[in-house]
Each structure stands twice: as structure tokens, then as C-alpha cells.
């Protein structure tokens, strides 16, 4: 029996050209799609010594050798995620202003799948309307491979076996969510995780190194001006979006041209705020916290309705997802505690790698005003909402295998 996403499958998937959905449904597949995060590329330049850009183009020629026809990177996914929760921002702030007994602010972000799973679990309907709707880079790819792109290439979705490479296991419990299966299209819009370690587990099976792989360049099936190169949003690399939302809000709310991010460590550092003030008076307070402790901490203040904040990047990891549990760790497979001094010298490392992938600049990018023009109706229509953002239940007995590691 080989389990739902993984290595195994995923070789089984090459060799076949079939795959069987979550409703046990076999498919033949016409084209395989892996679409390629930032953080798991870094993780493996770091584990194989090569310049961030080497990584990809070896990664994208590991997966042709094995039969994969396009290899994508997720910066289009990571800006429209972006575009979109910056704008549910600033409509919450407003709906918050009309209506202050309404549950609209902080907005906690909601690209971490660990943490979105213990709130669904752990504190259900009172902290649900609080948690962005804004899907995930992970999803957001998703729709965009199995609607827009197999349109395009003229094949069904289901024709499309579409995987993604992530920096953890958590992300494989998002893909398989009831959410993101699309009764429409009768297919999940991403049908196999793999993360860096397990890439790892695959090269070592096969007794190869990254670096035996053959390079090819990444694919940009979207059409003239998408983005092609792996890139960096502003931030650290935690996966979040914080610094693009409080930008955002402060020129949209406040006429604030010149924000500046300067964060204070809490408790921690990885519980750090930034503000805006106008006329002497914080009118903005955005926060990240990462890692169970500072999230206990911050959910603990928003029940007792002491949370000072507008906006909170919420992490699971400490770190955010440069640390995530599936990346490799220093030294190989072996993969050491988190938070160790091996692990803070890693991220550290990875932040570096980080800092050097050129900058994205996602308004500013004219194929994403394409796509909701073309593709979308336009922003804040009713299929951009559709497609750009999901919903939360809560989960009284867990239906979700949790796979936490904090
Ligand atoms: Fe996964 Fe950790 Fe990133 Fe959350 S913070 S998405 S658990 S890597």
C-alpha cells in the first residue's frame, strides 16, 4: 500500500501516468506540474553548497529526469496571496472602524497550516472569524495550476497531477482539506506535498547528489511579463506577509508614503511588534508571533480581550518556515532539534541565502492585473473571493490527523 503523498507515490505517479484522487478515483495524467517554494530551494542549496539559483535549476532538472513537464515557481502564487490579504486588511480595518463590537480585527494570518489546524482544534468558533480568508501561496498555485493552467494547455484539471515542494508536513494536511477540493473541477487543487527532506531521502535513495543533477531552467507557461525567477518578498523568509500588509495599510488607511519597519523584540525574538503613529497617537500595531509558546500567549490575550494589535503574522514554527520541520537540517539527514543552536545557525544561514534572491514587487507586476482581469473578473469580484480565499470550521474531535511538531 503506498501512502497518500508520498516519495513513493509521487515515483509511482512518474512511471504511470495515473494517480488515484482522495475519492479513489484513477486518473490518467497528461501533465505533471511541481511547483517550487523558496524556502525548500534554500534548504537544499545550503545542504549541497550551491548559490540559491544552481538549486533551482538543478531541482527543476531533477524532476524533468524524472518525468515532470513543467517546473514553476510560486512567486505569482505568493503575490496574489499577498495582494489579496492586504486588501482583506484594510476592508476589516474599516468594517472594525463602522462596526467596533464586530470580530474583524487582528487579522491573524492564516499561510500556516500548523497553526490554522491547533485554532481550528483548540479555540473553534471564537477565534475563526478572526483568521484571514485569504488562501495560502500553496492553494493559491493550486487553483491557478488546475483552473488557469490546464485551461490554457486545454486538458481537464483532473488530467493535471499537480505537486508542490514545502518545508513541511503540515502543508500536506492543508492540500488534502475538504476545502480545497473542488466539486466543480472533482479534483484537490494540489495532489502531493514533498519537502526537502524527503527530496533529500529521494536523491540519497537513488545515490545521487543535488549536484549530479542536470540543470534546466524553470518553466513560465503564463505568458509574457509573469515573473520567471525564484524571488523574495519583503520579510525575513518566515512565509509570512506582515511587512507587505503594514506598508499597505498605512498608505491606504493613513497616506503613510514612508512607513518605516523598525521592529521592538518582545519577550522574544520571535514575538516582535512594529507600529505606525499619526499626530502622536498608534494608529497601527502589527505583530508576528512564532512558535507554540508566543501563539498560547497571544491567543490567551485575545480571550481576554487585551490584544492590542490591528494585524498578527501567526507562525508555527519558531522562525517561521525557513525553520520548518521538514527541512534539512545542519549536517545532512539528520535532522536536529529545532531551535538548537545547530537550527538558529541554519536559519540564520538560510536568511542570508534569503536576502539575496532579487525582490519581488507584487503590485507592481502587470500579468497579475492580467490575471484578474482575464482570469478573475477582476479584483473583488465575486470569483476572485472564490478563488482567492477559503473558509475554517471547528473542529470539536479532530477529523485531521494533527502532525504539530512545536
Ligand atoms: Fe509549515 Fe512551520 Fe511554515 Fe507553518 S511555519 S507553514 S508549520 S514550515
Same mark, same amino acid.
Not at 29 to 34: D, F, H, M, P
Given at each position: 500500500?503506498?501512502?497518500?503523498?508520498?516519495?513513493?507515490?509521487?515515483?509511482?505517479?512518474?512511471?504511470?501516468?495515473?494517480?488515484?484522487?482522495?475519492?479513489?478515483?484513477?486518473?490518467?495524467?497528461?501533465?505533471?506540474?511541481?511547483?517550487?517554494?523558496?524556502?525548500?530551494?534554500?534548504?537544499?542549496?545550503?545542504?549541497?553548497?550551491?548559490?540559491?539559483?544552481?538549486?533551482?535549476?538543478?531541482?527543476?532538472?531533477?524532476?524533468?529526469?524524472?518525468?515532470?513537464?513543467?517546473?514553476?515557481?510560486?512567486?505569482?502564487?505568493?503575490?496574489?496571496?499577498?495582494?489579496?490579504?492586504?486588501?482583506?486588511?484594510?476592508?476589516?480595518?474599516?468594517?472594525?472602524?463602522?462596526?467596533?463590537?464586530?470580530?474583524?480585527?487582528?487579522?491573524?494570518?492564516?499561510?500556516?497550516?500548523?497553526?490554522?489546524?491547533?485554532?481550528?482544534?483548540?479555540?473553534?468558533?471564537?477565534?475563526?472569524?478572526?483568521?484571514?480568508?485569504?488562501?495560502?501561496?500553496?492553494?493559491?498555485?493550486?487553483?491557478?495550476?488546475?483552473?488557469?493552467?490546464?485551461?490554457?494547455?486545454?486538458?481537464?484539471?483532473?488530467?493535471?497531477?499537480?505537486?508542490?515542494?514545502?518545508?513541511?508536513?503540515?502543508?500536506?494536511?492543508?492540500?488534502?482539506?475538504?476545502?480545497?477540493?473542488?466539486?466543480?473541477?472533482?479534483?484537490?487543487?494540489?495532489?502531493?506535498?514533498?519537502?526537502?527532506?524527503?527530496?533529500?531521502?529521494?536523491?540519497?535513495?537513488?545515490?545521487?547528489?543535488?549536484?549530479?543533477?542536470?540543470?534546466?531552467?524553470?518553466?513560465?507557461?503564463?505568458?509574457?511579463?509573469?515573473?520567471?525567477?525564484?524571488?523574495?518578498?519583503?520579510?525575513?523568509?518566515? *512565509? &509570512?506577509?506582515?511587512?507587505?500588509?503594514?506598508?499597505?495599510? #498605512?498608505?491606504?488607511?493613513? @497616506? !503613510?508614503?514612508?512607513?518605516? +519597519? /523598525?521592529?521592538?523584540?518582545?519577550?522574544?525574538?520571535?514575538?516582535?511588534?512594529?507600529?505606525?503613529?499619526?499626530?502622536?497617537?498608534?494608529?497601527?500595531?502589527?505583530?508576528?508571533?512564532?512558535?507554540?509558546?508566543?501563539?498560547?500567549?497571544?491567543?490567551?490575550?485575545?480571550?481576554?480581550?487585551?490584544?492590542?494589535?490591528?494585524?498578527?503574522?501567526?507562525?508555527?514554527?519558531?522562525?517561521?518556515?525557513?525553520? *520548518? &520541520?521538514?527541512?534539512?537540517?545542519?549536517?545532512?539527514?539528520? #535532522?536536529?532539534?529545532?531551535? @538548537? !543552536?545547530?537550527?538558529?545557525? +541554519? /536559519?540564520?544561514?538560510?536568511?542570508?541565502?534569503?536576502?539575496?534572491?532579487?525582490?519581488?514587487?507584487?503590485?507592481?507586476?502587470?500579468?497579475?492585473?492580467?490575471?484578474?482581469?482575464?482570469?478573475?473578473?477582476?479584483?473583488?469580484?465575486?470569483?476572485?473571493?472564490?478563488?482567492?480565499?477559503?473558509?475554517?470550521?471547528?473542529?470539536?474531535?479532530?477529523?485531521?490527523?494533527?502532525?504539530?511538531?512545536?
Amino acid at each position: 500500500l503506498i501512502t497518500k503523498q508520498s516519495q513513493e507515490e509521487l515515483l509511482k505517479v512518474f512511471s504511470d501516468r495515473k494517480y488515484t484522487d482522495s475519492k479513489g478515483v484513477v486518473k490518467d495524467v497528461s501533465l505533471i506540474v511541481i511547483s517550487l517554494s523558496p524556502q525548500p530551494i534554500l534548504s537544499l542549496a545550503a545542504r549541497y553548497k550551491l548559490p540559491p539559483e544552481d538549486a533551482t535549476n538543478k531541482l527543476a532538472g531533477y524532476f524533468k529526469s524524472l518525468g515532470a513537464d513543467l517546473v514553476l515557481d510560486m512567486t505569482i502564487a505568493e503575490d496574489l496571496s499577498l495582494l489579496e490579504a492586504q486588501q482583506e486588511f484594510v476592508q476589516r480595518y474599516q468594517d472594525q472602524q463602522a462596526d467596533p463590537n464586530g470580530k474583524y480585527l487582528p487579522m491573524l494570518a492564516s499561510s500556516c497550516p500548523g497553526w490554522v489546524c491547533y485554532a481550528e482544534k483548540t479555540h473553534g468558533n471564537f477565534i475563526l472569524p478572526y483568521i484571514s480568508t485569504t488562501k495560502s501561496p500553496q492553494q493559491i498555485m493550486g487553483s491557478l495550476v488546475k483552473q488557469y493552467l490546464s485551461r490554457a494547455k486545454e486538458l481537464t484539471p483532473g488530467e493535471v497531477y499537480h505537486v508542490t515542494v514545502m518545508p513541511c508536513y503540515d502543508k500536506k494536511l492543508e492540500a488534502s482539506r475538504e476545502e480545497f477540493y473542488n466539486d466543480l473541477l472533482s479534483c484537490h487543487d494540489v495532489d502531493c506535498v514533498i519537502t526537502a527532506i524527503e527530496l533529500e531521502q529521494m536523491l540519497d535513495n537513488s545515490n545521487m547528489s543535488l549536484n549530479d543533477a542536470e540543470s534546466s531552467s524553470l518553466d513560465s507557461p503564463w505568458g509574457e511579463g509573469a515573473p520567471a525567477a525564484v524571488r523574495r518578498h519583503r520579510g525575513s523568509g518566515s *512565509g &509570512g506577509g506582515a511587512d507587505h500588509v503594514f506598508l499597505y495599510g #498605512a498608505e491606504q488607511l493613513f @497616506g !503613510e508614503t514612508d512607513a518605516q +519597519l /523598525v521592529y521592538r523584540n518582545l519577550r522574544n525574538p520571535d514575538f516582535k511588534e512594529v507600529t505606525l503613529e499619526r499626530d502622536g497617537k498608534e494608529v497601527l500595531r502589527f505583530a508576528i508571533a512564532n512558535g507554540f509558546r508566543n501563539i498560547q500567549n497571544l491567543v490567551q490575550k485575545l480571550k481576554r480581550g487585551k490584544s492590542p494589535y490591528h494585524y498578527v503574522e501567526v507562525m508555527a514554527c519558531p522562525s517561521g518556515c525557513l525553520n *520548518g &520541520g521538514a527541512q534539512v537540517r545542519a549536517g545532512g539527514g539528520q #535532522a536536529r532539534a529545532a531551535g @538548537g !543552536e545547530a537550527g538558529r545557525e +541554519l /536559519v540564520l544561514r538560510l536568511e542570508t541565502l534569503y536576502s539575496q534572491l532579487p525582490l519581488a514587487t507584487p503590485a507592481e507586476n502587470k500579468f497579475l492585473r492580467k490575471l484578474y482581469t482575464d482570469w478573475l473578473d477582476g479584483k473583488d469580484s465575486d470569483k476572485a473571493k472564490a478563488v482567492l480565499h477559503t473558509t475554517y470550521r471547528a473542529v470539536e474531535k479532530s477529523d485531521i490527523a494533527l502532525n504539530i511538531k512545536w
